[in-house]
């Protein structure tokens, strides 16, 4: 039967926490949820697993500092590749399998199906402008990372040996033992979970299997990406152990400030400078676009901070659902100085206007005479 499950669900709601949960608290509630459904207690149930997978993803990202204020903030946008990427419960178990304290068969810690042990993840970050995250791009980077030693093939035996089976564990990297319904399963001491142990160690990397290279990685950015975001490179990480796979690699976005735009979400913010007569009078006048310059029309009688709303001229959304806008708003330009038939011009208008401007008919100081001693006419 196919899950009815309701996609992208909050985070806090999966777990049953509230937003300022601990956590402390995060992890209990998802230890309820995960032993409840765990696929070993609930075999053949494809909803149990659905919860299993939903609520560790949900732990990924609410029991990690980063992740989890980059998702207060974004929502799962602000986490979209680093939310855990669960494929299956195989790989839940590779991540958080140590968090059962050995319950359930399958929750061995981060050793792969094949006997091996997965890689570590890496983080790097990378610094882009407004422009290249708005329409994506890309950037080499350098990033050292542990790789399979070429001398002895990874397998960290001196050429001409090869590891052997541990005697101790019979090979499963795992010392096992049953406590009614539970089997408690811990790492095996003494090959630390590989199966094997190794007689004589390769030379060049120590028995370790691994080497640090420095590689050249081609990261591709998508458009829309936006400052504190995270991308994730699946395989990218170092090197496993014992033919384990990769880790993966994260790359924290940063976009840096644009000197004429201010970015919210998918909306853009600009401010552009009118003077008093364009505002009275209206008028055409450029401004800047992420695609260029646009003439907008500021209509007569337009006011201080007043917002012109261009749609479509923000940034892109990083799922593919269109473009924000970009809110143009208009700031009134006071000239500081003005030329002798400018400064006429303009005291003819106040006068107009019924207003008093400097120098005053009377100064402040004979005002404030006038006023306590009763000497000002009407």
Not at 287 to 302: A, H, N, S, Y
């Amino acid at each position: 039967m196919p899950s009815t499950m309701p996609t992208q669900r909050d985070y806090y709601e999966v777990l049953g926490v509230e937003q300022t949960a601990t956590v402390v608290e995060i992890k209990s509630a998802y230890k309820k949820i995960a032993v409840k459904n765990h696929p070993d207690r609930n075999p053949g149930d494809e909803e149990a697993t659905a919860r299993f997978k939903e609520a560790s993803e949900a732990y990924a990202v609410l029991s990690d500092e980063d992740k989890r204020a980059r998702y207060d903030r974004f929502g799962h946008a602000g986490v979209q590749g680093g939310a855990g990427g669960f494929q299956d419960v195989g790989d839940i178990f590779e991540s958080f399998g140590d968090l059962f304290g050995g319950l359930f068969g399958g929750a061995g810690g981060r050793r792969s199906r094949g006997g091996g042990r997965r890689g570590d993840s890496l983080r790097t970050s990378i610094t882009i402008d407004l422009h290249e995250a708005a329409r994506g791009c890309t950037r080499d980077l350098e990033i050292p990372r542990r790789e399979p030693c070429g001398t002895c093939g990874g397998n960290g035996a001196k050429p001409g040996t090869e590891p052997v089976v541990c005697d101790y564990c019979g090979g499963s990297g795992q010392v096992v033992q049953s406590q009614g319904f539970f089997r408690m399963q811990t790492t095996c001491p003494n090959c630390g979970g590989t199966g094997k142990v190794i007689r004589e160690k390769c030379i060049d990397c120590t028995g370790t299997g691994r080497i640090r290279e420095n590689v050249t990685l081609e990261v591709t950015v998508p458009p829309g990406v936006d400052n504190g975001m995270q991308l994730q490179l699946r395989g990218e990480g170092e090197a496993g152990t014992g033919g384990g796979p990769r880790g993966d690699l994260f790359v924290d976005v940063r976009v840096k400030k644009h000197p004429l735009f201010d970015r919210d979400g998918d909306d853009l913010h600009c401010r552009i400078p009118v003077s008093y007569t364009q505002a009275v009078l209206g008028a055409t006048v450029e401004v800047p676009t992420l695609d260029g310059k646009q003439e907008v029309e500021i209509k007569p009688g337009t006011q201080p901070e007043s917002v012109i709303r261009l749609r479509g001229e923000g940034m892109p959304d990083p799922h593919g659902r269109g473009r924000g806008d970009l809110n143009v708003h208009v700031q009134l330009e006071v000239p500081k100085k003005v030329s002798g038939r400018h400064e006429e011009l303009l005291r003819e208008l106040a006068e107009i206007e019924h207003v008093d401007v400097m120098p005053h008919r009377k100064t402040w100081f004979e005002r404030v005479t006038e006023y306590f001693t009763g000497g000002e006419e009407e």
